[in-house]
């Protein structure tokens, strides 16, 4: 069972930053990827960003260049620092780690408890 803690977030005028970071603990699988999906009110679940421990990383493109995703392997941490916040960023942000790139049945995935971004206009 694998832990994941979230920290960050909160509340931000348009045009500012914010960080977010997640820790995993407990019983370690081979995690390979960590990363952060969001779902905003009223729509699905979306990734935001995963970078695996190979070195490759994604984003969504409406997120390119405003926001960077960072980790640890060692210590199976993820960051993402977001700029130039927009208030279409508002949303629950959940980290995501699993031995594979994207959640599939197939591998292990495990999410943090969501934690809150909210982006004012």
């Known amino acids: 069972q694998v832990h994941l803690v979230e920290s960050g977030g909160g509340s931000v005028q348009a045009g500012g930053s914010l960080r977010l970071s997640c820790a995993a603990s407990?019983?370690?699988?081979?995690?390979?990827?960590m990363g952060w999906y969001r779902r905003a009110p009223g729509k699905q679940r979306e990734k935001v960003a995963v970078?695996?421990?190979?070195?490759?990383?994604s984003y969504t493109d409406s997120v390119k260049g405003r926001f960077t995703a960072s980790g640890d392997n060692a210590k199976n941490t993820v960051s993402l620092q977001m700029n130039s916040l927009e208030p279409e960023d508002t949303a629950v942000y959940y980290c995501?780690?699993?031995?594979?790139?994207?959640?599939?049945?197939?591998?292990?995935?495990?999410w943090g408890q969501g934690i809150q971004v909210t982006v004012s206009s």
């Open positions: 970078l695996t421990f190979g070195g490759t990383t």
């Open positions: 407990g019983s370690i699988f081979p995690i390979n990827a």
């Open positions: 995501y780690a699993g031995s594979r790139e994207d959640p599939s049945p197939a591998g292990f995935s495990s």
